[in-house]
């Protein structure tokens, strides 16, 4: 067996070691930096509405029978307005994007995305439109029972 041995002069061994060590060096580094952990991100609870009245100031009750919970996703185009109605059952609404003009008799209500909102069921009749500049998207939850529509148009 023969091994070739490999002489490098003193000039060639530090230009290598030149460009080694800052390899080296942002290698220990990233090790070295705090890592990120989750321990130390927290879950973040924000209240956005709570009320045992809706928007018109009217207590709202729960039905009595086979609960059912819902989650809508209504979109509304621009300009358009909902029939007039009411709830039989008490509903959150939550304006995700939009801008709303609520109507109730008398009395006009304007919501925009971020902003949140409680119809009883025991509300007078009104309509929504939207008088935004794109659809407005909104999402509903509805607290009410098997059988029992969300919405009753007069």
């Known amino acids: 067996m023969i091994f070739k041995l490999s002489i490098i002069n003193e000039n060639e061994y530090l230009i290598k070691l ?19 952990s989750t321990a130390e991100e927290k879950i973040e609870v924000i209240p956005i509405i709570q009320s045992s009245k809706g928007l018109s100031g009217k ?21 358009l307005k909902t ?27 304007f919501f925009k995305a971020g902003d949140a ?7 007078d009749p009104h309509y929504v439109k939207n008088v935004g500049k794109k659809p407005a998207i909104l999402h509903v939850g ?3 029972v098997v059988g029992v529509p969300t919405v009753i148009n007069k």
């Open 59 to 79: 207590n709202f009750n729960y039905l009595k029978g086979k609960p059912e919970l819902r989650l809508l996703k209504v979109k509304i185009p621009v300009g």
């Open 117 to 123: 909102f409680i119809e009883s069921n025991n509300g």
């Open 18 to 36: 030149k460009k080694i060590i800052p390899i080296c060096l942002l290698l220990f580094g990233t090790l070295c930096l705090p890592q990120l």
């Open 83 to 109: 029939p007039i109605h009411t709830h039989p059952s008490p509903i959150l609404i939550y304006v995700t994007r939009g801008r709303l003009k609520h109507v109730r008799g008398e009395e006009t209500y």
């Open 142 to 144: 509805v607290v009410s």
